[in-house]
């Protein structure tokens, strides 16, 4: 049964530490996008990669994150230095993708960060 | 702006009666649409999506959807509730900038089936 993993499931830290956060995608699916969700502003993206290029990065703070995919079987996503509001539950999700198609997207359980 | 709207942040309803939960949309061309479920401390699941075709889609755990272009609406609907269907309930579209596709996701929707 395949599915998304992310590590670690939940991170506490402080102000002004680096996070990273992983994720593993589905075997094969060449899209991987990662989102954050907060009660106030709901479920946002943050950032996409179509075969491990980046294609949209427009709804991350670029200051203090920067999301990668060194491999195939790996997405990060870092906040340096991290700030209180940051704390979030992060999701990754990948999925099969072009321009013409669009299957669905398979969540992975998530990162809930809490920044001290 | 291409957009999605779920105007109703929570639905009550009683096991075994009939439930919808609302969506709107708003794009240019033929939308895709998208309806996932959130468990608590989970991450969002697909139920069903509708690209062409038959404008009732059906999906997973007995919701369908209905697609309707005059309204600009694709409402979720199950016709018999069960408790386990409370959840928090997402709809979606595709955003397409000519070379790359996205999900424009709604706030959501809260469930509440009680027995």
């Known amino acids: 049964d395949a599915r998304v993993t992310q590590t670690p499931r939940h991170k506490v830290t402080e102000m002004g530490q680096e996070v990273t956060m992983r994720c593993q995608p589905i075997?094969?699916?060449?899209?991987v996008f990662w989102y954050r969700q907060t009660m106030m502003q709901g479920l946002e993206l943050l950032a996409y990669?179509?075969?491990?290029?980046?294609?949209?990065d427009s709804g991350m703070p670029k200051d203090r994150f920067s999301a990668e995919m060194p491999d195939a079987t790996l997405a990060t996503l870092k906040i340096q230095p991290s700030e209180p509001r940051d704390s979030a539950v992060y999701f990754c999700?990948?999925?099969?993708?072009?321009?013409?198609?669009?299957?669905?997207?398979?969540f992975g359980p998530g990162t809930r960060l809490t920044v001290l | 702006a291409q957009s999605v709207a779920q105007p109703e942040d929570q639905v009550n309803v009683a096991e075994g009666n009939p439930l919808t939960v609302k969506c709107t949309y708003s794009?240019?061309?033929?939308?895709?649409l998208f309806w996932y479920v959130q468990y608590p401390n989970r991450g969002l699941q697909f139920l069903l999506k509708?690209?062409?075709?038959?404008?009732l889609v059906k999906g997973s755990y007995g919701f369908e959807a209905e697609f309707n272009k005059s309204q600009t609406s694709f409402p979720l609907k199950k016709p018999s509730a069960l408790v386990s269907d409370s959840a928090l309930y997402f709809c979606?579209?595709?955003?397409?900038?000519?070379?790359?596709?996205?999900?424009?996701f709604g706030t959501g929707t809260r469930l509440q089936v009680t027995l």
């Open positions: 075997l094969g699916h060449n899209t």
């Open positions: 509708y690209i062409t075709g038959d404008n």
């Open positions: 990669f179509r075969n491990r290029a980046p294609l949209d």
């Open positions: 794009v240019s061309g033929n939308p895709y």
């Open positions: 979606a579209v595709r955003l397409y900038t000519g070379t790359a596709s996205k999900l424009t």
């Open positions: 999700a990948s999925g099969w993708l072009s321009g013409y198609s669009y299957n669905e997207q398979f």
